[in-house]
């Protein structure tokens, strides 16, 4: 697509719910990543997927916390047993890549606001 | 892994005047630090990007440098606007991978 799509846009849920959001990247963009932003704060890192390479999951604050790409496309976070501080903006991220010099433009989608009551 | 600093957390200027927003990379590999501007609940965009091969690049307004040797690079926004406020990150992406690694931003108010 002409840009990165997420879907929802916005999500509350109860507390103990699991929830799935969902990335569609650019299309041919090989790397994407997943971000949250909690209110006013930065970009946390959670988790990255470059190809058919395992993915960084370096970032995924805990096993709640899952994600997978399928299809090397469309990716889908999955929070179990949602708590109130899981609360945040999660951002999805796509870039092409190239050589290491090569250009890497980091394209942003609007995100999903999670709401955990 | 990469370490990124960014200063300061918050700037107010007066519109017409400059900003400067300064950050500092530990690794010494990475080669790619691009600058991103978010609005008050938007995404994150790119404003402005530099390569290691280049000690500045300007954009009309903006302005990026880097001192590898030091391992900073700092953002420069001219004549500045009511618009240009929005938070801004700066990032760096090491050439042993695709991961960027960001700072933790800068919120910047241009006073009219």
């Known amino acids: 697509g002409a840009g990165v799509s997420q879907s929802p846009s916005n999500k509350v849920t109860e507390k103990g719910k699991d929830v799935e959001l969902r990335c569609d990247p650019i299309?041919?963009?090989?790397?994407l990543y997943w971000y949250r932003q909690s209110l006013g704060q930065g970009l946390e890192f959670l988790i990255y997927?470059?190809?058919?390479?395992?993915?960084?999951k370096s970032g995924l604050p805990s096993d709640r916390f899952s994600a997978e790409r399928t299809g090397g496309s469309v990716s889908t976070l999955t929070i179990q047993r949602t708590q109130q501080e899981d609360s945040a903006v999660y951002l999805c991220a796509s870039s092409l890549v190239g050589t290491p010099s090569g250009a890497n433009v980091l394209t942003f989608g609007a995100g999903s606001r999670l709401t955990v009551l | 892994g990469e370490n990124v600093e960014q200063h300061p957390s918050t700037l107010s200027v007066q519109e017409g005047d400059s900003a400067v927003i300064k950050c500092t990379y530990s690794d010494s590999a990475s080669n790619y630090f691009p600058w991103y501007k978010q609005e008050l609940g938007k995404r994150p965009q790119l404003i402005i990007d530099i390569r290691s091969n280049v000690g500045e690049k300007k954009d009309q307004r903006i302005a990026v440098t880097l001192n590898k040797t030091a391992k900073h690079f700092s953002l420069h926004i001219t004549e500045t606007q009511p618009e240009d406020s929005a938070v801004y990150f700066c990032a760096a992406r090491t050439n042993t991978g695709n991961q960027f690694y960001f700072g933790t931003g800068t919120s910047l108010t241009v006073i009219p």
């Open positions: 997927f470059q190809g058919n390479s395992a993915p960084d």
């Open positions: 299309s041919g963009h090989t790397a």
